[in-house]
């Protein structure tokens, strides 16, 4: 996706389904979503997705919170010599970090890394906080930006060299109490995006090729966008006593002897946005959910010489009544009323509502649902109580839509031939696979992008079955498909 602020104002020019990539950039700027800057791959975040974006934050803070998840915030700034210490991790990451090397003209006597992930920096305060049983489990969490440089093609939200995430790090006395945070963790996650972003996810642990550099195991929440592209969503990686080791984290347990600590690390990226954005909005333009919509309704008065105002008295009053609706009114005399509806279906107001002097003769307005374009008359008198069940019903019809869209792009498929056309598509694909990364390896270069995307959680039995790659025997269900 080509950066570019040439777009005309008109409405979007291209269809979701001959052309996503451009919809999508049309789409970002349009909407006034998000807009391009001078460092490229760093997007501005324009008040309507910072918005969304904070109140999936506290949404999900709360929960954290409600689970004795404590904030903190630690330095940005992270000196070489902590980031080596964990060599795997280190070598995850070397390829995307951005390093400080001077202030001012002075340069600096040791290399200081802008945060890509903070295990480096936090991990050596826990080593000096950490002294015995008692200082555990330690559950931290900050909210924060990273940098991470490496890629050729910035798409807005998805893959920025900036972003905005959650990233937790927790710490425990014994394996198993770790491996128990990860129901609450994911619970979190899933809970959140499916009641606020509208989004069904499928949970799945990665492959060893595919985990999370310095972890024992990841676990990740998976979504299908419309363009057949699975996104790689709010994740959970169980590290044990990787990290604990490499930064020297030890307590004293209860039997008095001394032991590394457990370890987990947990996040949700603004990669999210995108894929609720994607997955929502269509040919018009932007469709918010109505439980991260700001303003949830926008009045648009039908005007006449005769009955002008009649009806602007209307909407003054409606829009004193509708006030936890966050109203917005359209009220400009120089635009036409199709045009002023073009404009609010691109910009995602989730309802419409139309008055003009044949709805004051009948005491009523036109509510018009922005995902359906489903009109519905409602007495004033009743305005309230059916905006907020009108809405409750457009929240439900998105999540169902997308768990359709889940639901029928999820497919199986056992001989190679058979597993590349699904994944053309637009679908993920269940596969026999034997487990060695020399065949993940091949998936790439059979079709160019095809990649494992996470182990069949149901385990079903595999006994006959032969590795989709290599024909050796399985060892597993393994799900497929393209990245986004």
């Known amino acids: 996706m080509v950066e570019s602020t040439k777009i005309s104002k008109e409405g979007l020019t291209v269809k979701k389904e001959d052309d996503f990539s451009e919809w999508y950039q049309q789409l970002m700027i ?18 309507k997705s910072q918005w969304i974006w904070d109140k999936f934050v506290r949404a999900t803070d709360d929960l954290f919170r409600e689970s004795g998840v404590e904030n ?63 200082d555990l489990p330690m559950r931290y969490n900050q909210w924060n930006s990273v940098i991470r440089w490496e890629f050729k093609n910035p798409v807005p939200f998805f893959r920025t060299r900036e972003f905005q995430w959650n990233e937790g790090h927790s710490v425990f006395a014994s394996a198993e109490e770790a491996l128990n945070e990860r129901n609450d963790i ?6 959140v995006v499916g009641e606020m972003m509208a989004l069904p996810g499928v949970a799945g642990m990665k492959t060893e090729k595919e985990k999370f550099a310095g972890a024992v195991s990841t676990e990740k929440i998976h979504y299908m966008l419309p363009n057949g592209r699975v996104i790689e969503g709010p994740c959970f990686h169980y590290d044990g006593q990787n990290f604990s080791k490499a930064y020297d984290i030890k307590f ?22 995108g894929t609720m954005f994607t997955v929502h909005s269509d040919d018009k333009g932007l469709v918010i959910p109505p439980k991260l ?41 120089d635009v036409s009323p199709g045009r002023k509806f073009a404009e609010w279906e691109l910009k995602g107001i989730p309802l419409r509502i139309e008055v003009g002097p044949k709805d004051l003769e009948k005491g009523q307005v036109v509510v018009v649902k922005r995902n359906s374009g489903e009109k519905v008359s409602v007495l004033f008198g009743d305005l309230k109580v059916r905006l907020l069940e009108i809405l409750e019903e457009m929240q439900k019809e998105l999540y169902d839509a997308a768990k359709k869209l889940l639901d029928s792009r999820m497919k199986s498929g056992e ?70």
Not at 31 to 46: M, N, P, Q
Not at 186 to 191: E, F, H, N, P, T
Not at 253 to 259: I, N, T
Not at 448 to 461: E, H, I, M, T, Y
Request: charged share 30%; glycine share 4%; with cysteine.
């Open 293 to 333: 919509s700001k303003n949830k309704i926008v009045i648009v008065p039908i005007l006449f010489e005769d009955s002008r105002a009649e009806v602007l008295a209307k909407v003054e009053e409606l829009k004193n009544e509708l006030k936890e609706f966050a109203p917005l009114s359209d009220l400009r005399a």
């Open 415 to 484: 001989n190679i031939d058979e597993v590349v056309g699904l994944v053309k598509d637009k679908n993920m694909v269940k596969v026999p696979f034997c487990k060695n990364e020399a065949c993940e390896d091949k998936l790439k270069e059979i079709l160019p992008g095809l990649k494992s995307l996470f182990v069949d959680s149901a385990r079903g039995s595999v006994k006959g079955k032969h590795c989709v790659v290599c024909s050796k025997k399985a060892e597993y269900f393994l799900w497929v498909g393209r990245t986004y």
């Open 72 to 134: 903190v915030s630690f330095p940005m700034l992270i000196p070489e010599s902590l980031l080596l210490k964990e060599a795997d991790h280190v070598e995850g990451f070397a390829p995307e970090v951005a390093w400080v090397t001077h202030a001012g003209n002075s340069e600096l006597s040791e290399r200081l890394a802008i945060r890509p992930t903070s295990e480096a920096i936090i991990y050596d305060s826990y080593a000096k906080w950490i002294r015995s049983y008692n």
């Open 186 to 191: 994911i619970g979190i996650y899933d809970k």
């Open 30 to 47: 349009k909407a006034e979503l998000a807009d391009y800057t001078k460092v490229s791959g760093c997007i501005v975040f324009r008040p």
């Open 252 to 273: 004293l347990g209860k039997d008095e002897k001394e032991d590394y600590v457990y370890q987990n690390t947990w996040a949700v990226t603004t990669r999210m946005l």
